[in-house]
């Protein structure tokens, strides 16, 4: 009898186990939002559509390009005008992109192509967040 109870308790543990498991192998937090692919990492190209889908959000003057105060503190003055190489004042989607793509090697240490969740809490992973979403 007392087999039987260990194998009934065994067998429930195992059950009550399997769904913290599949939980904790889901992303959670800014890497799911950005993560479509559900690898548990964010890569350059799933940061590039949630760049784009903001940048599109930002653009409100149906102009093409997004301006300092379009982008609403999302950036630094000096971020921006790095990112602005014609200096005029206004980034264009492309410019837009490039500068997203820079940050995400910033925020990429380990340069494997792909962020996880302690690179996206770091400072620059938080900066690149705050120009994807």
């Given at each position: 009898?007392?087999?039987?109870?260990?194998?009934?308790?065994?067998a429930?543990?195992?059950?009550?186990a399997?769904?913290?498991?599949?939980?904790?192998?889901?992303?959670?937090?800014?890497?799911?939002?950005?993560?479509t692919?559900?690898?548990?990492?964010v890569?350059?190209n799933?940061?590039n559509?949630?760049?784009?889908?903001?940048?599109?959000?930002?653009e409100?003057?149906?102009?093409?390009?997004?301006?300092?105060?379009?982008?609403?503190?999302?950036?630094?003055?000096?971020?921006?005008?790095?990112?602005?190489?014609d200096?005029?004042?206004?980034?264009?989607?492309?410019?837009?992109?490039?500068?997203?793509?820079?940050?995400?090697?910033?925020a990429?240490?380990?340069?494997?192509g792909?962020?996880?969740?302690?690179e996206?809490?770091?400072?620059?992973?938080?900066?690149l967040?705050?120009?994807?979403?």
């Amino acid at each position: 009898m007392n087999k039987a109870l260990l194998f009934g308790a065994l067998a429930l543990a195992g059950v009550m186990a399997l769904p913290a498991t599949s939980t904790l192998a889901k992303a959670t937090g800014p890497v799911a939002a950005l993560d479509t692919d559900n690898d548990g990492t964010v890569d350059l190209n799933e940061v590039n559509k949630s760049a784009t889908e903001l940048f599109t959000r930002l653009e409100k003057d149906s102009d093409g390009t997004v301006d300092f105060k379009e982008m609403k503190g999302r950036v630094s003055k000096q971020g921006f005008k790095t990112a602005d190489p014609d200096n005029d004042g206004t980034l264009s989607k492309d410019e837009f992109l490039v500068m997203v793509a820079a940050m995400f090697k910033d925020a990429d240490p380990d340069s494997d192509g792909t962020l996880d969740a302690k690179e996206i809490a770091s400072k620059k992973g938080k900066a690149l967040m705050r120009v994807t979403r």
